[in-house]
T-cell receptor, first 109, second 111 residues
C-alpha cells in the first residue's frame, strides 16, 4: 500500500524567507503528484500538478519537483509572505489518491 | 466559473439521525470522490465513482452510503451518525488519473 509522508509537520519562518516542503512516497508507480493548500476550516486548493513523466512545475513563486525513482517531491516557496500561512498537502495518484498529513506553515510578519 | 459545490457548508445533526450531504460539479469530470477529514489529519477516502461505477474503500463503515444519480451530482448519506462521524466531508472531482478539484467541504457536527 502506498504511504505518503510529509516532513516537517509544522514550520515557522520569517517573512521573505525561501523555504522547501518535503513529500516522500513508498511506491514509485504513480500517475501524478499534486500539491494542495488548505486554509483552516476550508477545502483544498490545487497548487500544482506534476505528471509522472515530468520533473517539475512552476506557478508564480511556487516550484514543485518530482523524483519518482527516489520517491520524493519538494515544494519550493520563494519570498514567503504571511498570506502563505496554511497547511500544505501532497497527494500521489495511483488508481486513487493517497495523501500525506501535511505541513502546517506559519509565515511571521 | 467551473467549480465543485457542496451543500450545506455546515450541518448539525443529532446522534442517530440520518443526514445527507450533497456535491455538484460543473467541470463534467467523470470521477467523483468523497473524503472524510478530521482535525490535523490527512483526508481519508471513503469511496469514489468512475462514471457510474462505485468503488468503496475496504475500511469505510457500512453506515456511509453514496449515490450518484448523474454526472453532475453525488450524495453522501450517513444512516446513523455517531459522535465519531463529526468531521469535515470533502467532495472532489477529476478526469481519470488527472488533477483533483475540491469543493469547500461540509462541516458535520453530531450532538
Amino acid at each position: 500500500k502506498q504511504e505518503v509522508t510529509q516532513i516537517p509537520a509544522a514550520l515557522s519562518v520569517p517573512e521573505g524567507e525561501n523555504l522547501v516542503l518535503n513529500c516522500s512516497f513508498t511506491d514509485s508507480a504513480i500517475y501524478n503528484l499534486q500539491w494542495f493548500r488548505q486554509d483552516p476550516g476550508k477545502g483544498l486548493t490545487s497548487l500544482l500538478l506534476i505528471q509522472s513523466s515530468q520533473r517539475e512545475q512552476t506557478s508564480g513563486r511556487l516550484n514543485a519537483s518530482l523524483d519518482k525513482s527516489s520517491g520524493r517531491s519538494t515544494l519550493y516557496i520563494a519570498a514567503s509572505q504571511p498570506g502563505d500561512s496554511a497547511t500544505y498537502l501532497c497527494a500521489v495518484s495511483g488508481h486513487k489518491f493517497y495523501f500525506g498529513s501535511g505541513t502546517k506553515l506559519n509565515v511571521k510578519p | 466559473d467551473a467549480m465543485v459545490i457542496q451543500n450545506p457548508r455546515y450541518q448539525v445533526t443529532q446522534f442517530g439521525k440520518p443526514v445527507t450531504l450533497s456535491c455538484s460539479q460543473t467541470l463534467n469530470h467523470n470521477v467523483m470522490y468523497w473524503y472524510q477529514q478530521k482535525s490535523s489529519q490527512a483526508p481519508k477516502l471513503l469511496f469514489h465513482y468512475y462514471d457510474k461505477d462505485f468503488n468503496n474503500e475496504a475500511d469505510t463503515p457500512d453506515n456511509f452510503q453514496s449515490r450518484r444519480p448523474n454526472t453532475s451530482f453525488c450524495f453522501l448519506d450517513i444512516r446513523s451518525p455517531g459522535l465519531g462521524d463529526a468531521a469535515m466531508y470533502l467532495c472532489a472531482t477529476s478526469r481519470v488519473n488527472n488533477e483533483q478539484f475540491f469543493g469547500p467541504g461540509t462541516r458535520l457536527t453530531v450532538l
